[in-house]
């Protein structure tokens, strides 16, 4: 059975969805996105999630107002018309539809489209047994922070990750780690300090990331952010990885050497659970 899928105002069946060749989404990734999870037939973070789309679209000037279009409304209209109880929201919003220039049209009307994807959140198979990861060097444009649908790097660097029988590569930028191919990175050292790279144009501020840091305390980590480099990663504690789609999932090895005692850790499985508990209570229906 297919899924029911939104694009520009309309629900539809997924193989009648279409957009125009001439979509700047299309062109030119001209385009910005975000990923909502849902459990227990739930939103997650929707809220925070809307705070950076905005962002998002203020930093290209992409006149959209989620708010006026109703995207809570539409989110809702998914979950019940797909039954979804675990997996993802998926939402795009790109400039619209004009014949190819690279100089940004004005006044064209947005291109919206929305799907779902079922899948395994809670029970993640990686968080039960942890990400091996290498790394690789961070090529990427240096406006990491708007959440663009600029997604082919990091398409090959988890291809790369792939092909050498790993799960992920954590990118690596004058001797220092920003963050995974989709995922913020962060350690914690033998003295129990939770490090992750500040914010800045360098990394995606992560809304996983953001309430992790909140609930470090309840874990007992102190927090520290500043950049940290491969071999401090590798003498860590622990490591883990954040992400909408991953929720808190340890690392255990990068680039063959273990972690810790090469398993998931203590302070990671905390800080996971304290997640989950946390957005439960926090649900958007």
Known sequence: MSRIVHVNGSFLPEESASLSIFDRGLLFADAVYEVTAVIDGGLVDFEAHQQRLRRSLGELDIAFDPEAEDLLGIHRQLLQRNDLREGLIYLQISRG????????PRGTPPSVILFTQALPLLEAPAAARGLRIITRPDLRWHRRDIK??????????????????VDDVWMVENGEVTEGSSSNAHIITAEGQLITRPLSHDILHGITRAAVLDYAAEADLEVVE???????AQAAREAFATSATAFVTPVVEINGHPIGDGAPGPGTRRIRERYIARSRERLQY
């Open 148 to 165: 663009t649908t600029q997604l082919l790097y990091p398409s090959m660097m988890k291809s790369t990750a792939v092909a050498a029988g």
């Open 226 to 232: 500043r950049p940290f480099g491969v071999a401090e």
């Open 97 to 104: 539809v004009a014949d190819r220039d690279f100089v940004q």
